[in-house]
Structure formats: C-alpha cells, structure tokens
C-alpha cells in the first residue's frame, strides 16, 4: 500500500496561483459592483427617464395646407383624407418577408419595396419613416390591418390628399405637391430661415402656385405621443407620466387660404373651347387692371397623380411628349409674335409721325429690298392702303415699310415700354424675360452689325423677336387702355382659418406711357386711338382677318398672327399649311379684348401649330363670350335678339285689289 505524500514546495507554488486568481475575482467584483452603483445611484434617474421616454412614440401630425380658391370662394385646389403605409426601419425584423406579405396588397413588386427601404435608410437613418404609398383604398387599408400584428415596423396612417378638381385644366399655374428631398431640406431650411422648418417626409409644393405659396399656405405640423412595444406596435395602455410631467399632443395648426383672381367659369369656358378645337398652346384672360381671369396651358396633365407617387410610367410619358405638358408656356417659354407685332410698329410709326392715319402706302404681294424678295400673307396683295387697312387685312409689305423706316432702334425704344423683351413681374416663379432685340444687342453678342433687311422680319413680328403669351397680354391692355402699363397678379388675398384677411393685393400700375419714359420716349393718347380702330376693324370690318368670331353685342377689338416656325422657299411659302407635318405648321395667334372702347377683358391665345391667326380668333371669342354672360348677360341678349332680327326676310304684301 502507497502513501500520497504532498510536496511542500508544489503547494507554495498554487498558492500564489490561488492569490492572483482570487485577486481577478475579487477586482472584477468592484468593477461590476461599481459600475451598478454609477448606473443605479448616479445615473439611475436619466435611465430611467430614458427608459420612459424609449416606450414612448412621437407621431407627427401634418397639417393640412391652405386652400386655393377663385375669386369668389370657389375650390380650386383642396384637400381630402385619406390613409398611407409607412414603414420604421428600427423595427423592421425580416424585410425580405415583408415586402414579400405586403407587395401584392399594395400592387408593388417587393423587389421595389426592398430597394426603396434601403436607399431610404442609407440616405435619411434608420429612423426616419419611409411612406410606401398613398391615397390607399378601402380594401387595401383592411388586409393591411389584417397582417398589422406579424408585420413589425409597418404602420397605417390618416392622411391628407392635396386634391384638384380641375384635373388638368389649369395644372401648370396651380401647381403639384411632392415629398421633400434630401436636397430641398437644406435649401428651403436657408431660403425660409427662422420662418419655416423643413424635415425629411414632409409634403411640399413643387411647382406652380403650390411652391410659390408655400410659406404662405402652409400649416403648422402637430404631434401626438403613442405608448409602444418593443417592435414599435401601439399598446392599448394609457400613456403614463413621466416623472411627473404631463405629455400633451399638439394640434397641428391648418394652412392660410389663397384667393386667387382666377374666375373658376372663365377658367371652365377656356378649357372647353381648347378641348373642342382640340388646340396646342397657351392661353391667358386678365382685366384692364392686371387681375388674371384664367391660365391654361394645353396639352396638360392631371396634378392628382403627383399628390401620390407618380408612377415611372406616367412620369416618362410626361417628360417625353414632344410638346411639353409640364411647362408653363404662358410665362416659361417665348415664340414668335408674327402679325401680333404689327399694331405695335404701328404705334412707333404714328408716333414719330413717319405715316399719320391719312398715309396711303402702295402693298403689292411682295416687295424687293436687298437682293431677296419678301413676300406678303396673300399672292395678290393690298394694293393702295392706309394703317386702318393694313392692321385689318394685316398687311406684310405694309408694315415692311414701315420697318425700313423705322429702324430696329426707334422700333425698340417704343415698343419696350410697352412690356416685351422684359418679365412682367407677376409673381410666380421661372418667367422668361422674352426678346426684344436692337442694334446694341446684336452687337453684344459678336455677331455682324444689324443689317437693314432684319427690320423688313422684325416689322412683322419674325426674326430675333419673341415674346410670351402673358408679355403680349400686357402689352395689348396698354393699347386698349391708351397707355396703362399694369402689372398682372393672380393672387388676390391670403385669409387665415377664422377668414381674417392677412394680406391683399391691389392692381398697380407699373407705367403711364404718355408720359415721358427715362428713355425720352413716349406714345400719345390720339396714337393709341388711331391703332385701337384698325384693331376694332379686325373683328368687326368687312375685310378683317377675324370678322367670322364676332361675338353679337359685343364690339371686339384685338390682332390675328400668324409666325412661321421654319422657313420656306418662294415656291412652299403659299402651300397649303395643314398639309405640312405638324411640327412645320405655323403657329397661330388672336390676342383681343372688349368692349373695343372700354375693355373689360383681354385675352391673349397661342395655338401652337395651328396654322392660322384667324383659326386661333374663336377660342378668344368663347372666353370673351363667357365673360359677357356672366357679368353682363343683358348685353348677350340684346345683341342675339338684333342678330334674329336681322336675318328674318321681309316679305312684301300684295294688295287684294279691293
């Protein structure tokens, strides 16, 4: 039998192995329990508070934004509720699964889904909402609720849907609203600094009157507190105290409304007479003192799809259609004037008393200056006439006398106070100035000097000049006013909730033209008198290019044009247009206003290759018509019963013989 003996110097050796383990311990213990003693006693209270506040979901509320309404109350742009999907990326578990339960009810392809989910968060965090959809039905709303309890980190939310219930008639003034980008946030936080705050998520005007009211038809946003769990699911527990602090939703605060100088029936009757003769371009009405009446812009689009998610399908239709229903082409894009330039040469002519209304000028079909020949509107020309004739019959070789007589520079310094070649300064956003050129402005460039058959093309509105529909509105209101430069508005008052007024515009005259202007220039009443004649005989002469849109009782006063939009040959030049391919036709113009002697009205319409000047007079003649039954409908009525009355045949009685 063996007996274990023990080493003593072994044991002496775990001995000290025994310390240094105890001592580990002993050391981890004081840290562990140091560490509790700092969480629990000196930063227990923040814990916990932190702790409380974790379980605690701030919602925010948006607020609704202002309305946008005609001149007499009526919506033009509006809000209505709805419901949108959102997802919380911190509480997302399984996002494959996800987008894979939730794609088919929302008529997404979860691929989508998956992709927008992490670009969202890789651009804006992980706790910043990401809206998958808006304006969902009532059946999606009821299987999304179905699926709610094992689909973490989606929630169902009320919503408001910006509405517009013109559709597209009037879109590009009235704008779309959109969701901010993460590039717009830090613009609009600098533009509007200490006025308005912008955060990822919110819905903002993009376009039109929606981004140019956006600081003064947007609410403020409200937030209401939700207890949740630990996936961000609202509990049905009430929301305690927090150390005694109570915690308070905050209303959102609605929007202050926009009363417009938009006639919603004048608004109406212009899309009808573009949609009935089916017409490309622009159109805009405004009275004498610069009040917008109606804005239109064809072809058009529905606004409605940009208050959702516009789908890619709708967004490259938009953006391909060669004639461009995204632009504003009444302010956005300029064009050749063609004959609508003529009576504005004519007022120059007048005034520095090259012709008088007396003048007889001689107005053959062409006329020969250079080495090239210019040609008039018709083969057989105008033979011997005076400026009454030539605005009338819109005589080209007329009024290219006038043009060589004139020069660029005397045709500059008058017809720029008038309004063309700068922006008219109404307040909406990205109006093009236009082009009203001179010798200075060639020259500016680099290019030859002007050349004096280049002001035989600007008589007649072709060449480097171009205008807008809104620039030749305005000009035109200067004739039939006798020299009132106005400036044109659309807005006509900002009202809060309760319909105090915050703010009001009133019509403001930019320029009285029978005053001596800083350039030394100006144009007489009796100057204005002697075009508003010719420009009378347009509608109502016997040879006037627009006599077939007389509106009965209503004496019209306006011009037709008509601009080429490329150039032909001697033998193309008389071809029948609507035989060429849209994109060569010429464009027509009717720019007109009435009563000829006390306007009421002016109304400036571009048909973009609509071929003719007078094929464009009847959509004036359907706005102006309207406008005269609205507010004067007795006049409508009288004017109806002459025209009757006119047309009866008086049929003589033979005597019986008795």
């Known amino acids: 039998m063996s007996e274990y ?39 227990g209270s923040e ?21 946008i309404l005609d001149r007499e109350g009526r919506a033009l742009v509006e809000n209505l509720p709805g419901f949108e999907v959102v997802l919380s990326p911190q509480y997302v578990e399984n996002l494959e699964i996800l987008s894979q339960t939730i794609g088919p009810i929302l008529d997404i392809e979860p691929e989508k889904i998956i992709e927008k989910f992490k670009r969202s968060k890789r651009i804006n965090g992980t706790f910043s909402t990401i809206r ?105 527990t009430e929301i305690p105290n927090i150390y005694g602090q109570q915690i308070i939703d905050l209303d959102p605060i609605h929007g202050n409304s926009a009363y417009l100088t938009i006639d919603r029936d004048i608004q109406e009757a212009a899309h009808k007479s573009f949609t009935d003769l089916k017409r490309i371009g622009a159109l805009v009405a405004m009275k004498p003192d610069g009040e917008v009446l109606a804005w239109l812009n064809a072809p058009s689009f529905d606004p409605n799809f940009f208050a959702t998610e516009v789908s890619h399908k709708v967004w490259s239709k938009l953006t391909n259609d060669p004639f461009r229903p995204l632009r504003n082409k009444v302010m956005q894009d300029h064009f050749w004037p063609g004959s609508t330039f003529k009576p504005l040469v004519a007022l120059a002519a007048l005034q520095e008393k090259i012709i008088t209304d ?22 057989s ?23 060589i007589k004139l020069g660029v520079d005397k045709m500059y310094n008058y017809i720029s106070l008038l309004g063309l070649g700068s922006r008219t300064q109404i307040e909406m956003d990205r109006e093009a100035p236009g082009r009203l050129p001179n010798s200075a402005w060639k020259k500016s460039l680099g290019r030859d000097e002007w050349q004096p058959g280049e002001n035989l093309t600007l008589a007649i509105g072709q060449g480097y000049v171009m205008t807008t529909p809104l620039q030749l509105a305005v000009a035109y209101n200067a004739i039939a006013t ?42 007489d009443a009796d100057t204005f008198r002697i075009v508003k004649e010719g420009m009378r005989r347009v509608s109502n002469g016997l040879q006037g290019t627009a006599r077939a849109s007389r509106i009965p009782g209503v004496e019209m006063a306006g011009k037709t044009g008509t601009a080429q939009v490329v150039g032909f040959t001697a033998d193309q030049i008389y071809k029948t247009c609507e035989n060429r391919p849209i994109q060569m036709r010429h464009h027509g113009w009717f720019v007109g206003w009435a009563p000829w002697d006390k306007p009421e009205i002016i109304v400036a319409v571009l048909s973009q290759h609509g071929c003719h000047g007078p094929t464009t007079a009847p959509i004036v003649r359907d706005v102006i018509e309207a406008y005269f039954k609205k507010y004067h409908p007795d006049i409508i009525a009288e004017g109806l019963k002459k025209k009757r009355l006119k047309q009866v045949k008086v049929i003589p009685i033979e005597s019986s013989g008795d």
């Open 381 to 403: 020309g105008e033979g011997h006439i005076n400026i009454y004739d030539a605005i009338e019959r819109s005589s080209n070789v007329f009024f290219y006398q006038l043009g």
């Open 5 to 43: 003996i023990s080493n003593p110097d072994e044991a002496k050796d775990f001995q000290n192995r025994y310390r240094t383990i105890a001592a580990f311990v002993i050391l981890t213990l004081i840290v562990f329990i140091s560490r509790l003693l700092w969480l629990q006693i000196f930063q």
């Open 482 to 523: 006798e020299g009132k430069v106005v400036k044109p508005f659309i807005l006509k008052k900002v009202v809060d909730h309760y319909g105090n007024i915050l703010m009001e515009k009133s019509p403001e005259v930019i320029r009285d033209v029978t005053l001596t202007q800083p350039n030394g220039y100006k144009i």
């Open 132 to 236: 998958l959809k808006d304006n969902l039905s009532r059946e999606e709303v009821f299987r999304l609720k179905r699926i709610r309890l094992d689909s973490p980190g989606m929630e169902i939310r009320e919503s408001i849907i910006r509405h517009y219930p013109l559709r597209e008639n009037g879109a590009q003034i009235f704008g779309y609203v959109g969701e901010i980008s993460k590039n717009e946030i830090a613009k609009l936080n600098k533009k509007y600094k200490s006025r308005l705050t912008f955060e990822q998520g919110d819905v903002i005007g993009k376009n039109g009157l929606e981004e140019t009211l956006e600081e003064k038809i947007r609410g403020k946003d409200g937030v209401s507190f939700v207890q949740v769990d630990a996936h961000g699911r609202k509990t049905i």
């Open 358 to 379: 007396k003048t007889v000028l001689y107005a053959p079909g062409k006329m020969y200056f250079g080495n090239r020949w210019f040609h008039n509107h018709n083969k």
């Open 47 to 67: 814990l916990r508070r932190f702790s409380e506040n974790n379980r605690i979901k701030q919602n925010k509320i948006s607020a609704p934004r202002g309305l």
